[in-house]
Nanobody, 132 residues
Framework: QVQLVESGGDLVQPGGSLRLSCAASGTTLAYYAIGWFRQAPGKKREGIAC????????LYVDSVKGRFAISRDHEKNLVYLQMNSLKGEDTATYYCATDWTEECSSWYDHVTTDTFYDVDSWGKGTLVTVSD
């Protein structure tokens, strides 16, 4: 079973920046839409960004739009989440995931209508803490 692995989480001050990475072995991430999710303590996991396969466009929820950017490095088989202007409410465990489709349509449906996002399994995530 292919597993996506997140890394890059850290403690950062408000207003700071951080870049998260999503890696996978045994598959080529460029073939699939990759979503980023986060779960704050005591809250439900939420989708925040998704990038279509290849060099396709990205989608963002309003709470991160303009501050976060999702991108790919095809050579390294990685997907990044660049996070700028971080706020305390961004504190959460961050996950990347895919339902092995090429487009973010199912991610979008999940975010807007709470439909089930079919992930084989979730990784351990990476913790981002935004605090003084």
């Amino acid at each position: 079973q292919v597993q996506l692995v997140e890394s890059g989480g850290d403690l950062v001050q408000p207003g700071g920046s951080l870049r998260l990475s999503c890696a996978a072995s045994g598959t080529t991430l460029a073939y699939y839409a990759i979503g980023w999710f986060r779960q704050a303590p005591g809250k439900k996991r939420e989708g925040i960004a998704c990038i279509n396969s290849g060099n396709g466009p990205a989608l963002y929820v309003d709470s991160v739009k303009g501050r976060f950017a999702i991108s790919r490095d095809h050579e390294k088989n990685l997907v990044y989440l660049q996070m700028n202007s971080l706020k305390g409410e961004d504190t959460a465990t961050y996950y990347c995931a895919t339902d092995w489709t090429e487009e973010c349509s199912s991610w979008y449906d999940h975010v807007t209508t709470d439909t089930f996002y079919d992930v084989d399994s979730w990784g351990k995530g990476t913790l981002v803490t935004v605090s003084d």
